[in-house]
């Protein structure tokens, strides 16, 4: 599938969204609400192959009931942030804006610089230290972040005479669906929950109004029931398989919806009002696809057949969207709720014979030509404290991002040209090579850049694109052999199921 098309499936989920709110009476479809569900993770092929062997029956039913998608794909990145961004804004990160959880910025001012006055360039950070409880390196412990935003994590921007904050909703340079309901129908609820208690403030829009209950939940946060230092993504008990301790922390979000479902606020306090447009995120899967192979984690072979711990998150995924079907059945929700059943991103490589962990040659690569500090202090690693993400970091550095992928910021953009030909005469996987010699990886610059992700020179679209072959993971940690956020099949082919009882099934 061309890019055109799969940015017009995202743009018509977008249009579907709203449309279906505004639906008229004599239309058959009558929905009032809509119900957004992202297991992330989630393939297509993890959808086809378990209806198919008849262990996700929740799942299965609503495949019946409606629309499956079969070509949906993620919008050139799947990092969640552009992930979820496509679905409720409709864009890519050309237009949006949003590359990955941590990026890099020309434009803007370090947190310290409260009258804009000295140099330009800095990370915008979306990941759990934008909470309160990440100010000064500390210890992510409460289940809300801490309450608040961590001051250390929120850039500044010049905008006209002023020196301003750039809080997460402000960075998105496009409108939500929240907000389009909000602006058409003011008295309408909508309620998001998602992984991070702060950093997805900015599914509020740029108004920062969009969303009347966003939920505050940190996954990176310590569980005290558990070992010190464990949060919601590792064991609970240095034996358990990490998957089963973030159930628990999806079982809050589970709560959060079936509260929504029943007129209540996340909290749960009766409102009387479920929300016009809701929605919620998962995360068992996309641990339990992380766990290394040996642990029980991710697939047997490269045909999706999920080992043991995937199978288990499936499984207890679709007896969460059961519980969600029955409670709109209870509250005589079904009829008029449109449900849709999709993925942020996939994961990558599914095949784990065709793992390959790399370590960072790319970085390296970068650091040893003198394209960025050959020490490693660019963006806000290696910052001053030591903490990362405290506010203490380096400006104008340029930054480098790796998973599955590598995106180039260059300290000095204007050597892009030089970098790209040092990074082609070492694509090879032997030696201190980047591993992109396939036919498909690519290594992207230039014009073609520009046109699929935005102008560099504008200050947030990367100066180089690196996708390196199918399996390459720029890491050489042993404790999980999975990532995402590169354009990989794996990464990119998601599930996409919308229904209601008056949708035919197709």
């Not at 929504?260 to 479920?274: E, F, P, R, W, Y």
């Not at 679709?318 to 209870?330: E, G, M, N, P, Y």
């Not at 650091?367 to 500090?373: E, K, N, P």
């Amino acid at each position: 599938m061309n890019s055109r098309m799969v940015n017009g499936l995202r743009v018509r989920v977008f249009a579907f969204l709203f449309s279906v709110l505004s639906v008229c009476a004599a239309t058959p479809l009558t929905a009032q609400h809509v119900l957004l569900l992202s297991f992330d993770g989630m393939h297509q092929q993890d959808v086809e192959r378990c209806i198919k062997d008849h262990s996700c029956p929740a799942i299965a039913a609503l495949a019946r009931a409606g629309v499956m998608y079969q070509e949906a794909y993620t919008p050139g990145l799947s990092d969640s942030f552009p992930g979820l961004a496509a679905l409720i804004t409709g864009g890519t990160p050309r237009s949006t804006g949003l590359f990955y959880d941590v990026s890099y910025d020309r434009t803007l001012y370090a947190p310290s610089d409260l009258h804009c006055t000295g140099k330009t360039g800095w990370n915008m950070v979306l990941d759990e230290s934008v909470g309160r409880d990440g100010k000064d390196g500390g210890v992510l412990k409460h289940l809300d972040g801490g309450g608040g935003f961590n001051p250390q994590a929120i850039p500044r921007a010049r905008v006209g005479q002023e020196c301003l904050p750039v809080y997460p909703h402000n960075y998105l340079q496009t409108n939500t669906v929240f907000e389009v309901v909000k602006a058409q129908r003011p008295s309408a609820r909508t309620a998001y929950t998602d992984k991070h208690a702060w950093a997805y403030d900015w599914v509020n829009g740029p108004s920062g109004k969009g969303v009347d209950d966003m939920a505050r939940t940190e996954i990176n946060s310590i569980d005290p029931r558990g070992n010190a230092g464990k949060d919601y993504t590792q064991s609970i008990d240095g034996l358990q398989p990490a998957y089963l301790h973030t159930e628990a922390f999806d079982d809050l979000h589970l709560k959060i919806v079936l509260n929504q479902i029943q007129g209540k606020d996340s909290a749960g306090n009766s409102l009387g009002l479920v929300p016009v447009l809701f929605g919620s995120n998962f995360q068992t899967l996309s641990v339990a696809q992380k766990t290394p192979f040996a642990q029980g984690g991710g697939y047997r072979d490269s045909h999706f057949t999920p080992g043991p711990d995937v199978a288990a998150a499936i499984r207890y995924l679709d007896t969460a969207l059961a519980q969600i079907q029955a409670a709109l059945r209870q509250q005589n929700l079904e009829q008029s709720t449109v449900l849709i059943l999709t993925s942020k991103h996939g994961q990558s490589p599914t095949d784990h014979a065709s793992l390959v962990r790399r370590g960072d040659t790319l970085t390296a690569l970068l650091q040893t030509h003198q394209f960025l500090d050959a020490k490693g202090a660019f963006g806000q690693f290696k910052p001053a404290s030591g903490n990362p993400n405290d506010g203490s970091g380096r400006v104008a550095t340029g930054m480098v991002q790796t998973d599955d992928v590598g995106l180039i910021w260059l300290a000095d953009p204007s050597r892009t040209a030089e970098a790209v030909q040092v990074l082609r005469a070492n694509a090879g996987c032997t030696g201190n090579g980047i591993c992109a010699d396939a036919a498909q990886a690519y290594i992207l610059s230039g014009a073609e850049l520009a046109k699929r992700f935005g102008d560099p020179a504008e200050g947030r679209a990367p100066d180089i694109i690196v996708q390196p072959n199918p399996g390459v993971i720029y890491s050489s940690s042993k404790k999980k052999d999975q990532e995402h956020g590169g354009n990989a099949a794996d990464d990119s082919h998601v599930p996409l199921l919308i229904a209601n009882p008056a949708l035919p099934g197709s």
